[in-house]
């Protein structure tokens, strides 16, 4: 029993792992269960047997990543602001790398067109996404690190949405996330070579295999 219990779990873990995939790259909505069991070498009928519609597949990955970058917070919640502004950073470079848009970036082009129960989801994954930008640049300023014009959530707001369009730009300008970057610790008053900006720690806590 045990075993045919880890054999399904794989097969689900699979399942997001191929749906992840896909939704980075071609988005929610160019996608179908029949790519799926064509990557897995699986019938249909398997991945109904996990996810019994596509928008049960498409929560599921947003709970997903909702569990992962809560970790992904956490791991950071030792280090100065300037260094989780760069970590923050890191993540946009490690989906360009890949090739792919952010989830919060499909979410938002798709949104009009994703069933209600993953607008929901989705609406709570960006703004945790969203508040944790916020929350580096309160305490950057709090703690004198940074220096800025308006408010935490304006320039938390402005970071979010500047580093998500950066992403997207960089698919015809590879230089743009570099040059947003710099701006954006500019605009938060510090040095181009602020603390934690050539840390190479991995952020693949985000993006590791989560847990079932």
């Given amino acids: 029993m045990k075993a045919e219990n880890d054999a399904r779990g794989d097969t689900r873990r699979k ?8 939704l980075l790259s071609r988005g929610f909505n160019a996608f179908s269960y029949q790519h799926i069991s064509a990557g897995l070498g699986v019938r249909n009928a398997a991945i109904h047997y996990h996810f019994a519609r596509k928008t049960d597949l498409g929560v599921a990955l947003i709970e997903r990543y909702r569990r992962r970058f809560a970790r992904f917070i956490a791991a950071q919640a030792g280090l100065a602001p300037a260094e989780q502004l760069e970590r923050y950073f890191m993540l946009t470079d490690t989906y360009f790398q890949r090739q792919q ?16 129960e993953m607008q929901q989801v989705g609406g709570l994954f960006v703004a945790e996404m969203r508040a944790w930008a916020v929350d580096i640049v309160a305490r950057g300023r709090a703690d004198g690190s940074m220096q800025y014009a308006g408010s935490p959530a304006g320039m938390g707001a402005l970071m979010f949405a500047t580093m998500q369009g950066a992403l997207q730009l960089a698919r015809f300008d ?9 701006q954006l610790r ?4 510090l040095a181009a070579e602020a603390a934690g900006a050539n840390n190479t720690n991995s952020t693949a806590t985000t993006h590791e295999e989560s847990q079932q």
Avoid: F, M, N, W
């Fill in 186 to 189: 500019q605009l938060l008053g």
């Fill in 174 to 182: 590879e230089d743009a996330i570099g040059s947003v970057k710099r």
């Fill in 15 to 22: 399942i997001l792992d191929l749906a992840e995939t896909l």
């Fill in 101 to 116: 848009i952010c989830p919060s970036g499909i979410l938002s082009a798709e949104l009009q067109t994703l069933p209600a």
